[in-house]
């Protein structure tokens, strides 16, 4: 049985960490078999589950690891509520966060349809939504001429995160754009590429696919450097071969740049779970969203056009919380079976999304291993004033 987050909890107060306890059988390459799982736990030596706090221009981790209470790290992630200019300074305005991440830019920008590409909020409190979004209208040029003036009129005030998505031979002029950009402002800028949309056609997520993940993570790995971090955005895994591809991809791209420090950055879990369907009386009006497009139950039985599309909030809350569990384990317990192979990968951030929208589902976060915490269906629902009570109050993290 997982262990109790109260006692994760009281084993990430201490630095260096206390033993970890954690199924030796769920870090294995593969599942021995599901009777595994209900075998008894035995202490593991997680000396190097959390490291000291690094500098975010230092090293190649995104944010600084072992964070102290209500110091996590807090950012929106990708998401269409961080489409725009005034999106943007409204991201970048607020006190309560130490990153912003753009909505996903193409390098011509998607066709964006609004007869199409809607999203709907639903549930109790309109905490989930689902989402037939593809990427955003604006191109990357747009984003770049967004955030230079932002940088540079005003005091640098959190790092900036570029979500990037497209084929490889787009991703990699992006990535020549991003880290020409860092150079001309002055500033280290992060490159997420996005391996896990639902809602292109034709196009599953690369991040299914072993061959197509290792590919995109070696160019990534060629572009990192000290000024460019790079990461990639994950989709919800739902079995361990899943997560031991991802490993896999890892560690093959570990040293590549010649250094200790992995050139992977970052990685984000978790984007929406794709084929959610929503009802159209089961909507749940929020007047002060912009954003979402509402259909008449009246006139319609599905509240997306597409009747299905990627699910959010607190919909995935729970997946997403053993997402994040699993990769830090996978990435930081001795016990696992990639570390030998790759010391490196425990210096890589995890940045936690799905349902987080107040200090208690921050801290759930926290207990089960993220670095940092995002949020997007809380922000379409509340705007940039839920990061304040997500931060319990507290400003931004020190990076």
Known sequence: MPQPVTSIRRLRASRPTAPYRSSASLLSPHLASAASLLQPQAAIDTTHLRLPGLSVSAAMPLFPTSPAPRQVPLLNSACPWASSEEDLRRLWDNPYTSAMTTRTATLE??????????????????????????????????????????????????????????????????????????????????????????????????????????????????????TLKVGIKLPPYTFQEQFDALLRCLVEVAGSKGGKEHPISFLTSINTLGQGFVLADQMTDVPSDPVAQRRKPVEEVFALPSATGGLAGAAVHQLSLGNVYRLASLLRSSSSPYLQHAPSLREI???????????????????????????????????????????????????
């Open 109 to 226: 920008g998607f066709p964006d349809d609004p007869s199409l590409h809607q999203v709907t909020f639903f549930g109790a409190d309109a905490h989930s939504t689902a989402n037939s979004f593809g990427f955003s209208p604006h191109p990357l040029s747009s984003y770049l001429s967004w955030l230079r003036p932002l940088i540079r009129q005003s005091p640098k005030r959190k790092l900036i995160i570029v979500s990037i998505g497209g084929n490889e031979e787009e991703i990699e002029t992006m990535l020549r754009m991003l880290q020409e950009f860092a150079d001309e402002v002055g500033e280290t800028i992060a490159a997420e590429y996005n391996a896990s949309c639902p809602n292109i056609p034709g196009h599953p997520p690369p991040a299914y696919i072993e061959t197509q993940l290792s590919t995109f993570l070696a160019l990534l790995a060629r572009y990192a450097s000290p």
């Open 349 to 399: 951030t995890i940045i936690g999304v799905g349902g987080a929208h107040d200090a208690a589902s921050v801290e759930r976060f926290e207990k089960v291993g993220a670095d940092a915490v995002a949020c997007a269906t809380a922000l379409g629902r509340e705007g940039t004033s839920v990061f304040e009570r997500m931060a319990g109050g507290a400003v931004q993290a020190k990076l």
